[in-house]
T-cell receptor, first 114, second 113 residues
Framework: GENVEQHPSTLSVQEGDSAVIKCTYS??????FPWYKQELGKGPQLIID?????GEKKDQRIAVTLNKTAKHFSLHITETQPEDSAVYFC?????????????FGKGTKLSVKP | EAGVAQSPRYKIIEKRQSVAFWCNPI?????LYWYQQILGQGPKLLIQ????????DSQLPKDRFSAERLKGVDSTLKIQPAKLEDSAVYLC???????????FGEGSRLTVL
């Protein structure tokens, strides 16, 4: 089965700076990599995902990059705002492929200081 | 569109007692998941249903945990008897068939004393 490692566990940035969170995975058969944001007291919510046929995907201030050779993918948040403060999780399909249940990283707590 | 509904939001019990959590997924979503999230960790899958059949329950501690999804809609997760290490948030999620995106509820926070 898949294994996902996520770094760093905590990240503190000044408002307006960029934030980068990195994940590695083990199963070369995985081809779907989502990122979830979890605010305090709420369930995780999908913010962006990438499939293995592309190397980068952007959505306004957030972007995800994927390096299949190195088996790692990263979340980039530019021009951070206080409302970006939350816990971010990367994930990958537990049994490879692009569907089915997900295995999550341990999370990164992002704090954006005004 | 209504989201995934879970209840109760909070539950405090003593060890060896039993507890049940309920989940109502988004209408039309064939797949339903129960995840356990221990404080400071990522969600961990307990069980996955597709319609009313179990797809994956390999990480469900079957000596104390049980789950069902009658009629392929609502689901209940039961713990009996509870242990201290079961203290966690129990998250229900649903997804359309053949979709990778999971829609999570707000979770049920369990404290076992």
């Amino acid at each position: 089965g898949e294994n996902v490692e996520q770094h760093p566990s905590t990240l503190s940035v000044q408002e307006g700076d960029s934030a980068v969170i990195k994940c590695t995975y083990s199963d070369s058969a995985s081809n779907y990599f989502p990122w979830y944001k979890q605010e305090l007291g709420k369930g995780p919510q999908l913010i962006i995902d990438i499939r293995s046929n592309v190397g980068e995907k952007k959505d306004q201030r957030i972007a995800v990059t994927l390096n299949k050779t190195a088996k790692h993918f990263s979340l980039h948040i530019t021009e951070t705002q206080p409302e970006d403060s939350a816990v971010y999780f990367c994930a990958a399909p537990t049994y490879g492929g692009s569907q089915g249940n997900l295995i999550f990283g341990k999370g990164t707590k992002l704090s954006v200081k005004p | 569109e209504a989201g995934v509904a879970q209840s109760p939001r909070y539950k405090i019990i003593e060890k060896r007692q039993s507890v049940a959590f309920w989940c109502n997924p988004i209408s039309g979503h064939a797949t339903l998941y129960w995840y356990q999230q221990i404080l400071g960790q990522g969600p961990k899958l307990l069980i996955q249903f597709q319609n009313n059949g179990v797809v994956d329950d390999s990480q469900l501690p079957k000596d104390r945990f049980s789950a069902e999804r009658l009629k392929g809609v609502d689901s209940t997760l039961k713990i009996q008897p509870a242990k201290l290490e079961d203290s966690a948030v129990y998250l229900c999620a649903s997804s359309p068939i053949f979709s990778g995106e999971l829609f999570f509820g707000e979770g049920s926070r369990l404290t076992v004393l």
